[in-house]
């Protein structure tokens, strides 16, 4: 509280005001103030990334279909580099690779896989018009790759993709792709 001391002098008996505030009450306040607003405040809300991995179903059930004409194969691997091919079956037919810098990015490939599908005749399905990407790590690959190809399917907007396990075949060519020197 505001105290004030007064002070008198032998001689002169005048008395001199000099006034003092106690500041005690007012740190107090502002601490209450502090921790009120600590506690009231919602922070940043972590963000998640969606991941939906494909349903592992009973053996007796059929998989899923899914058009050769619009499947888009994925293979991430060590360096930073994406091995890919079309189709499900044609793996030694058309490997290629990119990466996630320069000329021949992810999001290019993604861009021009999309208007191929889009660009097929009327005959096919209406699933054959979509583009089905299927992501398939080798061991060698880095987590990093995985949610950078993950965020690239949102930014491009791929209508279906999943992550699958890496078949042996599909390994072996993916060795021998990436030991050659122009990666085909």
Known sequence: ?????LST???DRRK?????????PMVDLGFLLITFFMYTTTLAQPRVLELQMP???????????????????????????IVY????????????WCSFEGDNTLRKLLQ???????????????EAHKLHVLVKPDTSAAYEDIVNILDE??????????????TPEEQSALKKS???PYGN
């Open 9 to 11: 002098s032998g001689k």
């Open 85 to 96: 091919y079309n189709g499900l079956q044609n793996i030694d037919d058309s490997l290629a």
């Open 178 to 180: 990436l030991s050659s």
């Open 16 to 24: 001199l005001v000099s006034p003092r505030v106690d500041l005690t």
């Open 112 to 126: 021009q896989e999309l208007a191929r599908v889009k660009a097929l005749p009327s005959s096919f399905s209406k």
């Open 55 to 81: 349903y592992v179903a009973p053996a007796a059930s059929k998989p899923t279909a899914i058009p050769a004409e619009a499947a888009l194969v994925l293979l991430p691997a060590a360096g930073h580099r």
């Open 153 to 166: 399917m949102v930014i491009a907007d791929v209508p279906y993709h999943m992550i699958l396990r890496i």
């Open 1 to 5: 509280m505001a105290e004030l001391q």
